[in-house]
RNA sequence: GGCGAAGUAGCUCAGUUGGUUAGAGCAACGGCUUCAUAAGCCGUGGGUCGCUGGUUCAAGUCCAGUCUUCGCUACCA
């Protein structure tokens, strides 16, 4: 049993963005079990890597001007540079861009092929004519063939859940050029998934590998019908791997990413002198994969049936999280609660975050929230009012003595604790840590009781009791390294801390079970600070400035700042000519008055006047990101010659004009005084 | 409206297969203490467990219905 050998993955985070807060939800939940796995004395092996194929990688180096390796180069370089800040300690950090994965990319075709999962049929796919390149997966947007759900993505429904391929859209849009498509012959590669469909539902329902809501959710939505053929093939021009039995076609990002697990455990191995077999291919190894919700698909169905055909272990569990909210709502560039990791460390300690998300994070997919005052008073509350309270009010008192040479009598405190150690690592091994963190906050609250009753400082008074205060001491200090062993998987460098300050460094959970003496106490110095509202503050506001919203006041030396953000988001529409414009009828309206739809989330009523008796009832999806007194009066640049719309609240006669992603970032255009109601824009 | 999740003290949540007066942390209030990063200790208040009905000797815990909230989506033309 405790020769089993743990390999640990986190989702590979894709090389198209920064992290954010919200992906460290998963980095820190995976970094603490692995952390307590290994401080067990378990051998476990925790690797990840960048996913860095794909369209969107290639759209964008494109933008930059650059190769995709350089832009994949830097965000790698970034991505390490923020999980070391949050103490994520991979044992490998590796690229879906490597050797390695190429080879194993390569062979593991070989077996699907051989296991004859592959089918190769000609399709019908969607080109565009502007673009000049086939469309895949995300780019391609339009209505899902299964429920009718419209502005869906390509490769599946965020609707319905189905998945299909982009030429089973009705009505599909390029996303890269807004052209309508225009359908090409191609040659596309399939991996039959349904001939595996026995075993996936023995796999997913047998109650073993997956967390029961996990398992209910694909028994409903996928594994009451037939599996559709997952294609893995994109056509040239494509940023990947070429596909080396079909000319002109690279595997789709998808079909190289978990493989990126295998990949980067084989980097880890070669510079280990390990064999790969025994991490992938043998009893010996259990592998558990840490996801978040999105991705749930591809980790337990596709991936445990590619595993399954080309001889690799299956995973022993998937373990899925959900997401992170932010004071109860989702993260929001504009609100400052996407608060990038590299921002967080500019500020606060990354313990804090830490210790939080442990404190918050359970077994099951619920989202967790972050809200802010919770995380200042929790924080402060537990870690420093607690736990390093308990070596700041006695290690003082036995800096020249050190500890006392035989473990007093305390009562039956430290054993009692000790034997604390298997619930709280129970709650740890089931990633139940907000079980694990409250079962040590117990422990905490005991041992500060302990140092009020003894009352350390009375001692130190009494020259007869010195020896006393040195036994009292001991026995606090004891119970603060048994806490900052049980913290050890969440609080790292607290660890080391406690090790320095006792010099007798934390190697195994089992130092928890015996108590430390004779020994000496170093001199005590702060060991957290406790979390300061204005530095949150600060945090939150700088995140706010990072988004590329353009501030008034530039800076003449630095020159403008624009990032290339928004342009990749919604790219360049094809070129038009002015008689296409002109069709466009422009003109500038006062909203005469604005009314709320109490019914609809998103749609305001506007009343909008172009001079004279023209009015004009028009519904605009503004509410989030103004007022109706914001609205009352103003000039606005409305589409006139749009065809009415019919909507739910009514009719709409037109389109106000405005940038932005939409929600609250939702920016009218306006403008510049003398304008008038009803005139043209030319 | 559809799909998903959830509704337990001011806030965040625990509450195993239904079983004695429903718990914790934080916040609040009162007192004590001063070793400690205005930290700590003791104590108090506060919940008709969303609502209604049902099953049962017994329901926060099971069933039905209902309401509400959140996420995605439908409405951002």
Known sequence: MTDRQLLVTAALPYANGHIHIGHLVEYIQTDIWVRFQKLRGRKCVFVCADDTHGTAIMIRARQEGRPETELIADMQAAHERDFAGFDIAFDHYGSTNSVENYELCKEIWKSLRQANLIAERDVEQLFDPVAGTFLADRFVKGTCPLCKAPDQYGDNCSKCGATYSPTDLIDPISTLSGAKPITKSASHLFVELEKMHPFLEEWTQSGKHLQPEVANYLKGHFLGNPLRDWDVSRPNPYFGFAIPDSPNNYWYVWFDA??????????????????????????ATEIHHFIGKDITYFHTLFWPG???SAGYSLPE?????GFLTVDGEKMAKSKGTQVLASTYIRHLD???LRYFYASKLGPKLDDIDLNVTEFINKVNSDLVGKVVNLASRSA???????????YPHDGGLFAAAAAAGERIASAYEQLDYARATRLIMELADQANAYVENTAPWTLKKDPTQQHRLQEVCTIVLNLFRQICIYLTPVLPRLAQQCGDLLNVKIHHWNDSQTPLVGTNVSKFEHLLQRIAPEKVQAMIDESK???????????????FNDTGDALLAEPMAPT???DDFTKVDLRVARIIKAEEVPEAKKLVKLTVSLGGDNTRTLFAGIKAAYTLEQLQGRLVVIVANLQPRQMKFGLSEGMVTAAGPGGTEVFLLGIDSGAVPGQRIH
């Open 258 to 283: 978990p493989i990126g697990y295998i990949a980067s455990t084989w980097q880890w191995c070669k510079r280990n002198n390990r064999s790969l077999a025994d991490w992938w291919q043998s009893e």
């Open 306 to 308: 590619v595993l399954k």
């Open 317 to 321: 569990f998937v373990h899925i999280h």
């Open 350 to 352: 990354p313990a804090f």
């Open 396 to 406: 003082r008192f036995v800096e020249s003595v050190g500890l006392a040479v035989e």
């Open 545 to 559: 400035e990072a988004t590329p919203a353009t501030t008034s006041e530039t800076p003449a030396s630095t020159g």
């Open 576 to 578: 038009c000519t002015i």
